[in-house]
């Protein structure tokens, strides 16, 4: 439709989320150049042998060179380091931007670093499959989900608009949000499950003996879905419990309270108890399918597609 | 293919899982005539409507008249009653059978009315969705999926051959187990999922204000998942947790140690620790998919389809 909204873009990180990215943006021609740097060799080449840039390397100095956006896609571990890299090297009026699932984090770990007449806009697309890697990113991973920005007060307008354009036009509805609000809200809803199901399936794989293996023959009763979210980037994971904590730690005394309280009904036989909490949540699906949030993706061995 | 397996087959109780086996019967020939029981009128008027028997009734007496199996396909807190009502009416060399989650409680609810010269072979098909009701069910629910038949020691193999072809013929593989590991297997591969589930999704429920739109909102994280699974049947549910306590508290308990190990690494910042136990959980995702167990369905606001 409309011309390149950007000249020079980089990706700093080439995983599901910057290689989805990538492919997005190729595809609809939002960018004149796209920029790929990565920490690791093989991933770069990964990432030039897909086609997904127009320059590769591993030197984020080299990448950020002349970008008016920078886009970090590396796990939030790594967002020190390369705001200490490149904050010397960006272009004055460059937006520097992020992907990443805590928001807090993201702005102490960046800010300090981002230079008077450059613009930070955290931002965090909610999407993603179990798959990781740049081969496993498809351009549509972003269609008809939510991308949420945080800016710090004070952001100039522009900045914003700029990233808030660049993921409508991949597909993303956008919204704005405080930083600490925004890990809360991800906390339940996307952090707490994946640590839960991380639990869960670690629980199961430190059974002895035969059971081991009929947990995987019979796990159609409910468990797989708990295998493919635990199947989620180790890494990517690590970090977001690290810089999450808070709010994390907060939502699991909660669950821990219900869940005990379940516990509790279970052990003297309390049948009107659970009942009652399985029939309030119920609704909340009836919601999740009225929002479309409920995913129309086809879970194949071979990746999600869209159905 | 072959004819008729069955000359009469009454189904007490016709929600997902009868109708969907009434319809895969219908559909391969295998019974002459299918008897369909409900306790509710509303539900039998659905059945009917539905198409899925021959013969319908709301009294299991009338039902069993004459049939060569019985399929109870109701809520296990039900099977106790049921059995009292039916036990005397059963036609000698009938077999009773179920697809009850829990084993060791239906051996203990049923065997005491089921008479000498008639068998009890109790089964459990794995294959579900999180719809409910005799609308809901399809005749594909149990193709390429798994089926646990706990006969009691000395039960006559011929009955349990009768068992095992019906599910076969409707396309699952059988397999038979000892009812106690039945109910342990079934308690971490299913029931703990299913708990954790309905203890998340009421958690997220609780919260105040905003919050619990936006966790609508932004479910895409990995919450859809857990709403899925916690929309699930209420009622066979609570029958489930309080028929299979001591295995589901057992596993519980472990999780629950498990759980806390992780909470602490993230409260202490432990990253090796997360790490190291993220890692591992992605190997059993990788058996669940080579085991085809991983979920071809595609999940659409309508239900279930095989893709």
């Not at 670093?113 to 613009?119: I, L, R």
């Amino acid at each position: 439709m409309d011309g390149p909204l950007l000249t020079r873009v980089a990706l700093i990180g080439i995983g599901l989320i910057g290689s989805s990215l990538a492919r997005a943006m190729r595809q609809d021609g939002l960018a004149e150049h796209i920029a790929i740097c990565t920490r690791r060799d093989s991933t770069l080449a990964e990432a030039r042998d897909l086609g997904l840039g127009d320059s590769y390397t591993t030197d984020p100095r080299e990448a950020v060179h002349g970008a008016n956006l920078v886009m970090i896609c590396a796990p939030l571990g790594a967002y020190a380091a390369i705001a200490e890299r490149i904050g010397d090297a960006l272009m004055p009026g460059c937006v520097v931007s992020d992907v990443g699932s805590t928001k807090t984090s993201v702005i102490r770990d960046l800010s300090p670093y981002v230079p008077d007449g450059c613009h930070l806009v955290p931002g965090h697309p909610v999407a993603g499959t179990e798959h990781s890697g740049p081969a496993a990113g498809f351009a549509e991973l972003f269609r008809d989900r939510w991308c949420i920005l945080t800016p710090p007060p004070g952001t100039a307008p522009e900045a914003v608009g700029l990233v808030r354009e660049l993921w409508q036009r991949v597909g993303m509805s956008v919204e704005t949000m405080d930083p600490e609000h925004h890990d809360k809200v991800l906390g339940i809803t996307s952090h707490l499950p994946h640590l839960i199901a991380y639990t869960i399936v670690g629980t199961a794989c430190a059974l002895q003996g035969d059971i081991q293996k009929e947990v995987v023959k019979y796990s159609a009763g409910g468990f797989r879905d708990f295998t493919r979210i635990a199947a989620s980037d180790p890494v990517m994971w690590r970090d977001i419990f690290l810089n999450n904590k808070e709010a994390v730690l907060e939502m699991l005394q909660r669950f821990t309270e219900d869940l005990t309280a379940l516990q509790r009904a279970i052990r003297w036989g309390e049948g009107d108890v659970l009942h009652q909490h399985f029939e309030k949540t119920r609704e909340i699906r009836r919601d999740v399918v009225e929002m479309h949030q409920a995913g129309k993706f086809i879970y194949t061995e071979n990746g999600a597609e869209r159905s």
